[in-house]
């Protein structure tokens, strides 16, 4: 309380975890909705790669050195029945996504020690971490996640979203209800390897945020968790 007195705009890194449609989106628009002022000077919203350009756009070069135009990319509309249950990349494929955006989150850190001095929430729906559990990279060593973690910035708070998944499945089946159950079960094995030194401060940061939110809304009559 002392320190919100003489220093009222706090500082917080929030990332969002869970396997596509646990509703990471909607919980981060609501955050971002609900703080946008106070307690916080300000508001980062950011995507995983911390405006870092996606490996394509050198794919396209490529092909244009030597006279050619890269075939358009084929996506199924979200929310399209198991789109997301495509193959895993090979390993090498999967180490080198990895290699290039680990790498590309030393922009992530510049850009945070520019911005987070201000006092503000930063707040990210996807972060390196889904490297560990998505189908796309399982078979991408965990060793080589971790080693290029140490590149990534590290969240004051990791908050995983839990849902049946059936529930999941039902509203945004990508992926089969299997699959989001491995999900799962990889996010809760990675974080209770992750219980920090500062845990305590996080979580005390956290029941702050519901306070005031509670505040902000006193006719609320169940507590926003």
């Known amino acids: 309380f002392i320190g919100r007195l003489f220093n009222p705009f706090m500082r917080c890194f929030i990332v969002l975890s869970g396997p596509d449609g646990c509703g990471k989106t909607t919980v981060a628009d609501a955050i971002c909705d609900r703080f946008k002022g106070r307690p916080f000077q300000g508001l980062l919203r950011i995507h995983m790669l911390f405006g870092v350009p996606r490996m394509r756009m050198f794919k396209e070069l490529l092909w244009r050195m030597v006279g050619k135009r890269l075939p358009p990319q084929v996506e199924a509309a979200p929310g399209t029945k198991h789109c997301g249950m495509q193959p895993p990349h090979s390993m090498f494929k999967s180490m080198m996504y990895v290699t290039y955006y680990g790498l590309g989150m030393i922009c992530g850190r510049l850009k945070l020690l520019l911005w987070r001095p201000q006092g503000g929430l930063v707040l990210a729906d996807r972060f390196f971490q889904d490297y560990y559990y998505m189908r796309g990279y ?17 969240p004051d708070l990791i908050i995983s979203l839990e849902r049946p998944a059936s529930d999941i499945y039902s509203q945004k089946p990508e992926l089969d209800i299997e699959e989001i159950e491995r999900e799962q079960a990889m996010i809760r094995k990675y974080l209770g390897k992750k219980v920090s030194k500062s845990q305590k401060n996080c ?9 005031y939110a509670e505040q902000l809304n006193p006719d609320r009559k169940k507590p926003l968790s």
């Open 138 to 154: 399982m078979k991408c060593p965990k060793w080589y996640v971790r080693m290029m973690e140490f590149f990534a910035p590290t």
């Open 203 to 211: 979580l005390l940061t956290l029941k702050f945020l519901i306070q």
